[in-house]
Structure formats: C-alpha cells, structure tokens
C-alpha cells in the first residue's frame, strides 16, 4: 500500500461535508451515500487514500446510525441482538465493558455509578469514558494552576479503546499517548447538580466527535483529588489566528465558523449550556485541520457565588452581566464574539481592561468595530447573534442552517475567488496576551438593563480612548463594581445623560476613577483557563490541551467533523 496523507484524506472529508447540500439529501442515508461518491470522485486522493476515506466515513455513519436509532439492523453473530453498525456491535462492546465492572472502582460508589452508566450508553469503541488507575499513567509534568484547576500532562500507558476485535470479541487498545489532566476541586462535596453536569459533560464528549474528547477520571493519591483524563490538542482559535491571520482566505474562516458552530449544536442537542465559551477553549488538531470545544461549564469553579458570573469578560453576554444567568442564547453571543475575532484575528476589546467599566459598555450595547472587508452575509449573522435583546439573536438551529449554508457556498468557489481574499491584519498591540486567556468570577451590582447602543455611540466609543469613554444608563451605576464599598476613591455620582458630542470626553474625564481603583475592581476573580503548546521536546509553554504529532501519526482519526445528526 502507497503512503496514505492523514491529512489530505481528513481535508477531503470535511469538503465533501461542507459540500452536502441538505436540501437535495434529506436523510442521513442520502447524505452519507453523496459523501461517499465525492470522496470516491476526489482527483486529489489515490486509490488506498481513497479506500481509507470511505472506512473513516464509515466509521461516522455507525456512530450517527447508533446515536439516532436509525438505518437498517443486522442481526450479530455473537449477541444475536439486532444492532446497527457494521464495523462493531454497540450491544457487544456495552455488555464486554459490563463485564469488566467488578475489575475496577474509583472507591467513590457515585463515581463508579456515573461511569458505569456512561459505559452502558457507549455509541463506539473509541468513546469509553473509564476509571484510569493513577498508576496508569506516567511522566506527570505540573502545567499550571487555573481558578478552578491544576493542570498537568501524562503519559497514559495503555492508551484508550482503539477499536473493537470481532474475532477475539475484545476492546483493543490504542497504546501509549499523552493526555492532559485536569484536576476537580470539592468533588468529595459535590451534591446532585455537580454529577448530572459530569454526566451531561461525558455524554457530550463521547456522542460528539467535535467536542475535545474526554477519556474519564483518575485520582491523586497523594492528595486525594480527582482529575479529568483529556485528549491533547494542539493549539488554541486566538493563538492560531495570531501566527496565521494574514495567510486566511475567508472561505477557510467561515469553514472555521462552522466547525464552531456545529460543535455548539452537538451541545445544545443535549440541552447542555456551555457558559464560558472563548477563544482559548477552541482548539485545534493541525493534522485534520479541525476545531474542537473543550471546558465545558461544569469545570467553572463548584463553589461560585450565585450573585457572580464566572468567564472572559468581552466574551459574556449583556443579560450575563447584569442578570446572572446563563442561556442557550448567551452561549450564541459568545459565538457571535468569536466570529467578530475569526474575521479581526484579534482578541475582542483588545485594549481595555477586564474590569466594571467594560462591563458596563457591554451591557449598554458596545460591541467590537467591524473589520473592512468582512462579508455582508457574514457581519448580518454576527450582528444579529450579539444583539442586546436574548430574543432576537437566532437559536442555535437557524444559526446552524444559515453558516451551513454560506459555508457551503464558500467551499464551492474556487481558491482564487476575490471573495476568498486574504484580509490584512491590523497590527496587535504588544501586550494583549496579558489578558488573552482568563475567566474569572466576576461581581457586578446593580446594572440597567442591556441596550443596543447607536452608530454615534459606537463610533465615539472606538475613535476615543478607553479611559475617556464608557455609557452608563445612570452615573451611579459607576460605583457598582465588587469593590465599591470598600474603594474610598469611588465618589456619588447621578443624572442621566446622551453621548452625542465632542464635549463627552471632558464629561468623561471628570468622572475618571483613578488607576489604583481601577486596578482594585481588577483583582475581582481568579484566573482559570490558559491554555499550552507543547515543542519538540515535550515541554509545554503555553496551552493544556495539546496534540503531539508522534501520537497523531499513528490515531485514527476518530475526531473528523462531521454533519448535523
């Protein structure tokens, strides 16, 4: 057999699924078929590139067979259950897992239970969530501390479920890979809704092969800490569009967009919310050229006051702010924020600090400048996904349809479309990393009700300095930060007022809250997320989800992205 490119044959998949127009193929049989001829007609591929691709769409078909209970049942030859894949029984590879159940215990009967339940309801071979023994891993680096979690990286011995043997009946493993750990704080005092969401959060992990995979969970011994065993990854959306931005045509942006979008959908589907969705929990497998959401909320801090909101400031929707509570539709704001830094390739609000003061233009309607040259279809979705009102942003099926759509029309076009060219990057400030990857628990009082700020208000917020400009509702409102009552440089201020001239910027200079305060209302909250790259070496710099690419030459792709079950 020739040399088979990864790669390429990942890069065709994805084209043919974008390529779908779901419209003509209105089930997940026609669907598949239609993908299965285009890889076949694929002039790039060779003929074992070819065959390789169709068993690695094979392998999403069973997944999505299984998973919606749909297609044509053969009867096993082992179980005599009628089943729905064709490459494994999911009744064989459930009832091989439930044999093994008095092989392990976590030594925490809730753990075991949650696992137990998670193993029963296993879609395919390579998606078991499992107790990992400790000593089962190996060359366990410190990474970093986060608000919520230390992080560190492993070496996983036997490595997780690879495939199903049919003819020794087995699971067999995949062999040596490394993982990321992520440890849990106040398990040993989770109550109901902790396990439900650990339970939401394996589900999704393992149904969805968009989702960063989730292998199960470990306990430190020395400590007596549960840790989460992660797939790595290698790079994060804000880091990979720092180094690459200028080479990015926007038919691959919106191919990004998508990927995003999709992976959101898959965890909507289970009416999960995700609550802390950002560029630095986006991350990316360089070899499928995929992108993956990982951190789900219930890895935000247990303990978290139920007067605060919990992530990355320019990220958090108004209603977040000043409501406290989290929504399917605040999920689609954050999305509309990542588009805005897909297009940009710059962080949102880049320049400001994370403090009251931007929440408070948040929640009076700022939002980031839109970048010359981004489609119009492109800019009208994003607009309509950061509006003020909750319920004029579109859910996550339109959403869903409509990039589906434009991404379809974009990977139609030819590489050297005009509507393809490359945007020029605006230079990034120099010091922007300070603040690129933290969530925080933040405490704000008292907010107006959000608002869609005006074109005037807009643009007199982008052509003034930040410490210049900022629209409250009501000036009070600027003594409403976490620590206004212990800040004696805070002072009483009232009356309404309309941003409309140039004599804003002296108004605004009078109310200045001194640098000292300012830092003050930024030491509210603790930072959690960073996010890890790992070199040659294996020594990581910056980023806890990583990919090694000894490991990817030799992993099936299980991860491609697929369609909208």
């Known amino acids: 057999m020739s040399t088979i490119r990864k790669k390429l044959i990942s890069a065709a998949i994805n084209r043919a699924i974008a390529l779908t127009d779901y419209n003509v193929y209105d089930d997940m049989h026609k669907q598949h078929e239609f993908k299965k001829q285009t890889l076949l007609a694929d002039s790039s591929l060779t003929n074992d590139e070819k065959t390789e691709a169709v068993k690695e769409l094979n392998k999403i078909y069973d997944r999505n067979k299984v998973l919606l209970n749909k297609g044509t049942k053969r009867i096993c030859e082992k179980c005599n259950q009628e089943c729905l894949a064709t490459l494994y029984c999911e009744y064989c590879v459930r009832n091989y897992l439930k044999t093994n159940f008095s092989n392990w215990t976590s030594g925490n009967n809730d753990i075991d239970n949650l696992i137990q339940k998670c193993q029963l309801e296993t879609l395919e071979p390579e998606k078991v969530i499992e107790w990992i023994p400790y000593n089962n891993l190996q060359n366990i680096k410190y990474l970093t501390k986060g ?57 999704i992990c393992n149904k969805y092969p968009n989702i960063v995979q989730c292998f199960g969970l470990t306990q430190n011994p020395s400590n007596g800490n549960y840790m989460l065993v992660m797939n790595i990854m290698d790079t994060n959306l804000r880091e990979y569009l720092q180094q690459n931005h200028n080479q990015l045509t926007w038919k691959k942006r919106i191919q990004f967009t998508y990927d995003i979008i999709d992976a959101l959908d898959s965890i909507h589907r289970e009416n999960a919310i995700h609550r802390d969705l950002h560029s630095g929990n986006i991350l990316h497998s360089p070899r499928k050229n995929d992108w993956y959401i990982s951190d789900l909320g219930f890895c935000g801090p247990a303990d978290k006051p139920s007067s605060s909101i919990y992530g990355n400031l320019p990220y958090i929707a108004p209603e977040v702010i000043s409501e406290k509570q989290t929504t399917f539709a605040s999920d689609i704001y954050s999305i509309a924020i990542l588009m805005w830094e897909i297009s940009s390739g710059q962080p949102p609000f880049i320049k400001y600090e994370h403090d009251y003061y931007l929440a ?23 607009k309509q996904c950061w509006d003020a009102d909750p319920l004029k942003r579109p859910d996550i099926d339109t959403l869903w349809e409509k990039i589906r759509e434009m991404n379809r029309l974009y990977q139609s076009m030819p590489n050297e479309s005009k509507a393809n060219n490359n945007l020029k990057m605006n230079k990034l400030s120099e010091n922007y990393t300070s603040r690129s990857f933290t969530s925080k628990v933040h405490q704000f009082e008292n907010f107006p009700e959000p608002r869609n700020a005006t074109e005037v208000e807009q643009e007199a917020f982008h052509s003034k300095s930040y410490d210049e400009f900022c629209i409250p509702d009501n000036i009070d409102y600027f003594d409403k930060s976490s620590n206004q009552k212990n800040d004696s440089a805070s002072k009483k201020r009232g009356g309404n007022f309309e941003v409309k001239s140039e004599r804003l910027t002296k108004k605004f200079k009078k109310l200045q809250i001194t640098n000292d305060s300012q830092n003050d209302y930024n030491n509210v909250g603790t930072m959690q997320h960073h996010t890890y790259v790992v070199d040659d070496k294996d020594e990581i710099h910056n980023n806890p989800n990583l990919h090694s690419e000894e490991q990817d030459e030799l992993e099936i792709p299980d991860d491609l992205d697929t369609d909208k079950l």
């Not at 087995?170 to 849990?184: N, T």
């Not at 408070?360 to 994003?382: A, Q």
């Open 147 to 203: 608000g919520c979690s230390e992080i560190y990286t492993a070496s996983w011995i036997n490595g997780y479920y690879k495939e199903w043997d049919s003819k020794e009946k087995v699971l067999k493993r995949f062999g040596r890979q490394k993982v990321v750990l992520k440890s849990l704080e106040n398990v040993e005092n989770a109550n109901k809704r902790w396990f439900d969401e650990a339970n939401s959060h394996f589900t």
């Open 360 to 382: 408070m233009n948040i929640v009076n309607g700022i939002r980031p400048k839109i970048i010359s040259g981004t489609p119009l279809e492109y800019e009208s979705l994003m």
